[in-house]
């Protein structure tokens, strides 16, 4: 058992002895889970020192030679070892380690969080008691399927994980802190019921209110006073009275990402909401929009601050089974074929659009929302987390739209950032890991799941009009090599800020003629 492994087994001994047998008998399965992630990098991300020589050999600088099973970028299974030198490991921050790749010791620690978390998970997920949204969303156990990070949550404690972690099925009690009104940056209508006076009432997490407020001189106005559910981004909740869901600040490393909630991306999120809801609609209406309604963020120091905001979405409703794609399991999907054609048809025909509009939307599993008809087939989409679009304000041009008031991160005209924001989290992580789930290892079954959407994506071209912008979008989904992001070369250590890349073999592109 590594040290964290073991400071996790300590203090789960202490606040939930009943778990702690559960959490050892997980811990296996978490690191093959992390393990498999971690193999996947290396043989495909462009890594210092080493250069993979297929799709099961990595060779090091110095000569030694790692090994393991064949993995096509798209799997989801599990690695219960890989082999360095010939000698075996089974836990990836150890084998990471050992492979002394330079800038690489943050890594090694977040895979170490990602294990201990991912068995904690485990430990503690219980079985889906309902078929509501917030039911699916707390049903997602492993997190992101590719990220070796998935369940990377330095700074939060074990206890912290069982109250706050969607996937231990909690409900969270959110603070009230009382800002004065005239010095908040406002976006869009805020609620009466969260003014008092002169004072905006900012729904606070309980963890930020805990490990970040002291530090500010700052203390909640009231505790406890709404209840929430998490959702899949934990720091996003559903009240239990209904209403708008909460999007808080949550200011610790998950994954790879700081969570909290910056000045920009308050001021963005109402007008990227009308832009986002007009498009889609100029895309035949079958792609909703999960709107911002308001935002708010508060001061330190006279500056906005990303450590004091909040943002309130609208909440999911559509007839049927709503679910986020991340949630999807296979017992759901009685012919896959069908079902994979049917979600495919939408995707494709509601992003495509949108990109030739002028907007590129991260549509990955966790953003991404899939509404479920009688038939258990997809009939509608949903998104939502709009701060990681991608807008170009040529395109919009083009059409006779007006670009919003938006941050210039957002704005880009090169169809390279465009493509690669769209189809690295479409076809890259949501339809590849939709086809491994299906799939199951067959690969002649994958193949043809594949093709179909390959199918879909050809007849979402063919009703798009032939310009040069649809004709590169065209080229680069069905191109030989497929953008995603690089998720262990952006946490080495000088790793450019922002998102770092890698070229994937396209499975798409060997099925663009068909």
């Given at each position: 058992?590594?040290?964290?492994e073991?400071?996790?087994?300590?203090?789960?001994?202490?606040?939930r002895?009943d778990?702690?047998?559960?959490?050892?008998?997980?811990?296996?399965?978490?690191?093959?889970?992390?393990?498999?992630?971690?193999?996947?990098?290396?043989?495909y991300e462009?890594?210092p020192?080493?250069?993979?020589?297929?799709?099961s050999r990595v060779?090091?600088a110095?000569g030694?030679?790692?090994?393991?099973p064949?993995?096509?970028?798209?799997?989801l299974?599990?690695?219960?070892?890989?082999?360095?030198?010939?000698?075996?490991?089974?836990?990836?921050?150890?084998?990471?380690?050992a492979?002394?790749?330079?800038?690489?010791?943050?890594?090694?620690?977040?895979?170490d969080?990602?294990?201990?978390?991912?068995?904690?998970?485990?430990a503690?997920a219980?079985?889906r008691?309902?078929?509501?949204?917030?039911?699916?969303?707390?049903?997602?156990?492993?997190?992101?399927?590719?990220?070796?990070?998935?369940?990377?949550?330095?700074g939060?404690?074990?206890?912290?994980?069982?109250?706050?972690?969607?996937e231990?099925?909690?409900?969270v009690?959110?603070?009230?802190?009382?800002?004065?009104?005239r010095?908040?940056?406002?976006?869009?209508?805020?609620?009466?019921?969260?003014?008092?006076?002169?004072r905006?009432?900012?729904?606070?997490?309980?963890?930020?209110?805990?490990?970040?407020?002291?530090?500010?001189?700052?203390?909640?106005h009231?505790?406890g006073?709404v209840?929430?559910?998490?959702?899949?981004?934990?720091?996003?909740?559903?009240?239990?009275?209904?209403?708008?869901?909460l999007?808080?600040?949550?200011?610790?490393?998950?994954?790879?990402?700081?969570?909290?909630?910056?000045?920009g991306?308050?001021?963005?999120?109402?007008p990227?909401?009308?832009l986002?809801?007009?498009?889609?609609?100029?895309?035949?209406?079958?792609?909703r929009?999960?709107r911002?309604?308001?935002?708010?963020a508060?001061?330190?120091?006279?500056?906005?601050?990303?450590?004091?905001?909040c943002m309130?979405?609208?909440?999911?409703?559509?007839?049927?089974?709503?679910?986020p794609?991340?949630?999807?399991?296979?017992?759901m999907?009685?012919?896959?074929?069908?079902?994979?054609?049917?979600?495919?048809?939408?995707?494709l025909?509601?992003?495509?659009?949108l990109?030739?509009?002028?907007?590129?939307?991260?549509?990955?599993?966790q953003?991404?929302l899939?509404?479920?008809g009688?038939?258990?087939?997809?009939?509608?989409l949903?998104?939502r987390?709009?701060a990681?679009?991608?807008?170009?304000?040529?395109?919009?041009?083009?059409?006779?739209?007006?670009v919003?008031?938006?941050?210039?991160?957002?704005?880009?005209d090169?169809?390279?950032?465009?493509h690669?924001?769209?189809?690295?989290?479409?076809?890259g992580?949501?339809?590849?890991?939709?086809i491994?789930?299906f799939?199951?290892?067959d690969?002649?079954?994958?193949?043809?799941?594949?093709?179909?959407?390959?199918?879909?994506?050809?007849?979402a071209?063919?009703?798009l009009?032939?310009?040069?912008?649809?004709?590169?979008?065209?080229?680069?989904?069905?191109g030989a090599?497929?953008?995603?992001?690089?998720?262990?070369?952006a946490r080495?250590?000088?790793?450019?800020?922002?998102?770092?890349?890698?070229?994937?073999?396209?499975?798409?592109?060997?099925?663009?003629?068909?």
């Open positions: 058992m590594r040290r964290l073991g400071e996790f087994a300590a203090e789960l001994a202490l606040v002895p778990l702690s047998d559960r959490y050892t008998a997980a811990l296996p399965g978490a690191r093959a889970a992390v393990l498999g992630r971690l193999w996947r990098g290396l043989l462009p890594l020192r080493l250069t993979a020589t297929g799709p060779l090091l110095d030694r030679e790692l090994t393991g064949e993995r096509r970028p798209y799997d299974r599990e690695e219960p070892e890989l082999r360095l030198a010939g000698r075996p490991y089974r836990h990836p921050a150890e084998l990471l380690a492979l002394g790749l330079p800038g690489s010791a943050r890594l090694v620690d977040d895979l969080h990602s294990v201990a978390s991912m068995a904690l998970s485990r503690g219980s079985p008691p309902g078929d509501t949204v917030e039911d699916h969303e707390q049903s997602v156990v492993d997190g992101h399927p590719y990220h070796p990070g998935c369940r990377n949550r330095p939060v404690s074990v206890a912290e994980q069982l109250a706050y972690m969607p231990h099925r909690p409900t009690a959110l603070d009230l802190l009382a800002l004065p009104l010095e908040c940056l406002v976006t869009g209508p805020w609620p009466a019921s969260l003014v008092d006076g002169d905006l009432l900012l729904p606070v997490h309980p963890w930020q209110t805990r490990h970040v407020l002291p530090a500010l001189g700052l203390r909640p009231a505790t006073v209840r929430a559910r998490p959702l899949m981004s934990v720091r996003t909740l559903a009240p239990l009275d209904g209403g708008p869901h999007k808080t600040a949550f200011t610790t490393r998950m994954t790879s990402g700081i969570r909290d909630i910056s000045p991306s308050v001021r963005d999120c109402v990227l909401s009308d986002l809801t007009t498009l889609a609609a100029k895309c035949g209406g079958t792609l929009i999960a911002y309604l308001a935002g708010a508060g001061q330190v120091a006279g500056r906005h601050s990303a450590d004091l905001s309130l979405r609208e909440p999911t409703a559509e007839p049927g089974t709503v679910l794609v991340a949630a999807v399991t296979r017992s999907v009685s012919d896959p074929a069908a079902w994979l054609a049917a979600f495919a048809r939408l995707a025909t509601d992003t495509l659009g990109l030739a509009l002028g907007v590129a939307l991260e549509a990955h599993g953003n991404l899939v509404a479920l009688a038939d258990g087939l997809p009939y509608r949903v998104y987390d709009l990681d679009v991608r807008i170009s304000p040529a395109r919009l041009a083009r059409h006779g739209i007006e919003p008031p938006v941050s210039p991160r957002l704005l880009s090169d169809p390279a950032v465009l690669a924001k769209l189809f690295g989290s479409l076809a992580t949501t339809f590849g890991s939709l491994a789930l799939g199951q290892g690969r002649d079954a994958e193949d043809r799941l594949w093709e179909v959407v390959a199918a879909a994506a050809r007849r071209f063919a009703a009009p032939d310009t040069p912008d649809v004709r590169a979008a065209r080229g680069a989904l069905f090599r497929l953008m995603v992001k690089a998720h262990l070369v080495l250590d000088g790793a450019p800020p922002g998102d770092s890349w890698t070229g994937l073999p396209n499975y798409l592109g060997a099925h663009s003629h068909a």
